[in-house]
């Protein structure tokens, strides 16, 4: 016994950066961005917190779902860094939701959803879990280098949610990791203790972007074809592709080398960038809430990210 999704939400923050905002800050374009990456804006914290963002992303899938905070029994977030060191973002929500499961965060970087999607799916399997809320949020805003024109046009806070309940949806899912800490890190930053040896250095993201987009091609094309093989299933029979919303380039390279139709990929990069773990799940309740999904339909799913780390699944939509 697996679980299906019976709800989902998202949530971003009020201010919208447009392109045209970062070009009078950093040597760039609305044209080059758009063109490179397909992101016309992103959605930036200002007023809200993480913590805002993912209580308000969970409301709205324990409401789309039909479950009370009470009936959950675990709450998974998928961050890179929630509000505090500690405790773990998903203990905070569940304090603001007045839930009273087990809670815990889970850093897959960009690939977090997916983990927590599987790690998710273990306490199914072992019979411990009949509702459970699964969210990612990042705002990687407050771990970008403003004066760096190669990443900070391309990311942008959000947070999704969805909530899982026990039935047959989860078709196919796999994780990877190839450990490498020089193409995609954050370092942790200030260090308070008076002992240690090594410098502090500034929590930004560092990126080598043409290697990240290389990897990401090849993970996209070889996660989404075994996600589909092990769930038993032909091109043929998807509905829909998720893709991580890292750039649009990167997804048309990959469906290029995937027997889909391109209009079955969900793109929503334009509007938000890329949210990090948040864009699966804001992809899905998106969807979801313009009717695209109907009963039965097999979305395939694909996110790469820092580890580097990859997930991919085949879900069926098993919501009315
Ligand atoms: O969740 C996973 C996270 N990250 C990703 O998935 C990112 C993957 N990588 C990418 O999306 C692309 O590599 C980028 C969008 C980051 C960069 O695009 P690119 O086509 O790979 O450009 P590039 O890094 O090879 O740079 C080409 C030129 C360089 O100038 P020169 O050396 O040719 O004169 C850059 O300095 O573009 C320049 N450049 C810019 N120009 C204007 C880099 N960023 C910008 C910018 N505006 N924002």
């Given at each position: 016994m697996s679980f299906s999704i019976i709800g989902t939400g998202r949530c971003v923050p009020k201010y919208i950066m447009t392109n045209q905002e970062i070009s009078t800050f950093v040597d760039t374009s609305d044209e080059w961005i758009q063109q490179r990456t397909g992101i016309c804006e992103r959605h930036i914290c200002k007023e809200e917190t993480i913590t805002d963002l993912c209580v308000t992303a969970a409301k709205n899938a324990l409401e789309d779902a039909g479950?009370?905070?009470?009936?959950?029994d675990l709450i998974i977030c998928a961050t890179?860094?929630?509000?505090?060191?500690?405790?773990?973002e998903a203990c905070i929500v569940q304090k603001e939701l007045g839930a009273t499961c087990p809670a815990f965060d889970i850093n897959g970087a960009c690939s977090g959803f997916m983990y927590a999607l599987d790690v998710a799916d273990g306490f199914f399997a072992r019979n411990k879990v009949k509702n459970v809320l699964v969210i990612a949020a990042d705002n990687l805003s407050n771990i970008t280098?403003?004066?760096d024109r190669s990443t900070c046009v391309l990311f942008g806070d959000g947070s999704g949610a969805v909530v899982l309940s026990k039935?047959?949806?989860?078709r196919s899912i796999n994780l990877t990791a190839k450990g490498n800490t020089d193409v995609l890190f954050a370092p942790r930053g200030?260090?308070?203790?008076?002992?240690?040896?090594h410098p502090s250095e500034r929590p930004v993201l560092h990126m080598n972007g043409p290697e990240v987009y290389k990897f990401a091609v090849t993970s996209m094309v070889r996660g989404i074809k075994k996600a589909i093989k092990d769930a038993g299933l032909?091109?043929?029979?998807?509905?829909h592709i998720i893709p991580h919303q890292a750039n649009s380039r990167i997804i048309e390279a990959a469906a290029a080398k995937l027997?889909?139709?391109?209009?079955k990929y969900v793109f929503n990069?334009?509007?938000?960038?890329n949210t990090s773990a948040s864009c699966m799940p804001m992809a899905l309740d998106e969807a979801n809430k313009a009717g695209k999904f109907k009963k039965g339909d097999y979305i395939a799913m694909c996110a790469f990210g820092s580890g580097l780390t990859t997930g991919s699944a085949v879900i069926r939509w098993d919501k009315d």
């Open positions: 479950v009370t905070p009470q009936e959950l890179l860094r929630g509000e505090l060191i500690t405790p773990s280098d403003w004066t039935g047959e949806g989860l200030e260090n308070t203790s008076p002992f240690y040896k032909t091109p043929d029979d998807i509905d027997p889909i139709p391109h209009e990069i334009a509007h938000y960038g």
